[in-house]
């Protein structure tokens, strides 16, 4: 199966210390085709620097992206953005709301690239067109 992981749940999986809520959806994980968005590589990043990781933790950081498939920015990719944002806004979705700007971009990713999303992040609900795992 195509799934698109969301940041949480990346992060989660690299984890040593796992967070209850999350052992079920990453669970899930193995033996799928898994992509991250382009955002959620710039999330993981920044959370690495934010936590001050040393070269050790953000090499493994760096393996572990490597692993899966970044979906590229691309024209196809802000129309699609601009699209699902529209929509989103159209039908009074929370993902429309700029607080949740970062994930309205992940979840417009695996919208555009006909994967279902992994999440534990309950603002993906009902979103337009995304299906949510």
């Keep these: 199966m195509k ?13 040593q ?5 999350f052992g079920p959806v990453v669970a ?3 033996g799928n085709q898994l992509n991250l968005a ?7 990043r920044y959370g690495a620097l934010f936590a001050g990781w040393g070269s050790a933790r953000a090499s493994r950081l760096e393996r572990a992206i ?9 024209d196809a ?13 159209t039908i009074g979705h929370p993902l429309a709301n700029p607080v949740h700007h970062e994930d ?7 919208v555009h690239v006909g994967a279902t ?17």
């Excluded at 210390?17 to 809520?21: A, I, K, M, Q």
């Design 3 to 15: 799934l698109l992981v969301d940041t949480g749940v990346f992060s989660a999986a690299l984890s």
């Design 17 to 21: 210390r796992r967070r209850p809520e």
């Design 28 to 30: 899930r994980l193995p």
């Design 38 to 44: 382009a955002q959620s590589v710039a999330e993981l």
């Design 66 to 74: 490597e692993t899966v498939n970044v979906i590229r920015v691309s």
């Design 77 to 89: 990719l802000l129309s699609a953005v601009a699209q699902f944002r529209f929509a989103c806004r």
């Design 104 to 110: 309205l971009w992940i979840a417009a990713t695996a």
């Design 117 to 133: 999303l992994v999440t534990a992040d309950g603002v993906f609900v009902d979103a337009p067109g995304l299906q949510v795992l």
